[in-house]
């Protein structure tokens, strides 16, 4: 009988450590680094902004998550490091946040849900998003150089590398968005991709 017992026992405990593995797995890896305006906008080269998406069916909280480039450490859920203001830690399943570098004018028709310090080189840089467990989810490895977007020489310029299916692409039409000055941003900052 005891014996029977502690079996049960084992059993429900291994079940119930392997679905805590799924539930984390599941979490860490469905949020993503979407959209990375490297170059800014025609506006400012200075006014570059950064896209996550949480692709899971589960809301996020960004508390101890970080967002990791060369010396920057940007947090996502506290204002130290290169944090400047958080705005909204929280991203719901299917839904975006907005980065926005220096003030929340980068983009000026989309409120920015964090504001950053520091900036992103336009020769490249490798980008790692970090969960609270220290799991690197997501990199980008451009330290050869931006697989996409554009910097003032590009057709168009000041364009967004924007993730779609997988792949990184320039984001080549002009979307519904606006820089500090009016002008149209090529691409879909805090939108969905298109
Ligand atoms: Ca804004
Ligand atoms: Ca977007």
């Known amino acids: 009988m005891i014996i029977r017992r502690i079996k049960i026992f084992f059993v429900v405990a291994v079940l119930a450590l392997s679905l805590t593995a799924v539930v984390q797995a599941s979490d860490g890896d469905s949020l993503v680094i979407s959209e990375v305006a490297w170059a800014g906008t025609k506006a400012s080269w200075a006014d570059e902004w950064i896209e996550l998406r949480n ?9 101890g998550w970080t967002l990791v480039w060369d010396d920057v450490v940007v947090h996502l859920g506290s204002e130290e490091g290169n944090t400047v203001q958080v705005i909204n830690e929280f991203v719901p399943p299917g839904g975006v946040i907005l980065l926005e570098r220096t003030d929340d004018e980068a983009v000026s028709t989309v409120n920015a849900d964090l504001i950053f310090k520091g900036s992103i080189p336009n020769t490249g840089t490798k980008l790692q998003l970090v969960d609270p467990s220290g799991k690197m989810v997501h990199v980008v490895n451009a330290l050869d150089g931006w697989p996409a977007g554009a910097a003032s020489n590009g057709e168009p310029s000041y364009a967004s590398m924007e993730l779609v299916d997988g792949r990184w692409v320039t984001s080549d039409q002009p979307g519904r968005e606006k820089d500090k000055d009016g002008g149209k941003i090529y691409g879909t900052p805090g939108g969905p991709v298109g």
């Not at 692709?55 to 508390?63: A, I, P, S």
Request: avoid cysteine.
């Open 55 to 63: 692709l899971g069916g589960e809301g996020v909280d960004l508390t």
